[in-house]
């Protein structure tokens, strides 16, 4: 699958959206991997990263901005993303 067909898919038709989001996603998965070099140790502790981010993610829907949501949400799907990739199985993972 090429770029442009992800970023539709993504972007649920809107490319431009779906780029935006990869864009987002990616420099996330950067500056957390800088933030947090090992995710986690272990499956569990990565669930309990992934449940974390999850908590703030519903104070954030509770009671703060639509862009701190989606900020929050970011953090989300990038912990999800980490753990789709294993890092928790990993030693020294710095991409």
Not at 17 to 25: D, F, N, P, S, Y
Not at 26 to 53: D, S, T
Not at 55 to 76: G, I, Y
């Amino acid at each position: 699958m090429n770029y442009w067909t992800a970023a539709k898919l993504i972007g649920g038709g809107n490319v431009q959206r779906g780029m935006m989001t990869i864009r987002a996603l990616a420099l996330g998965c950067k500056l957390a991997r800088r933030k947090h070099p090992v995710f986690a140790e272990g499956k569990y502790h990565a669930l309990g990263v992934i449940g974390e981010e999850y908590r703030e993610l519903e104070r954030a829907v509770e009671k703060e901005s639509p862009e701190r949501q989606t900020a929050e949400a970011l953090d989300v799907a990038i912990t999800a993303i980490r753990f789709v990739q294993r890092e928790h199985e990993r030693e020294g993972m710095n991409g």
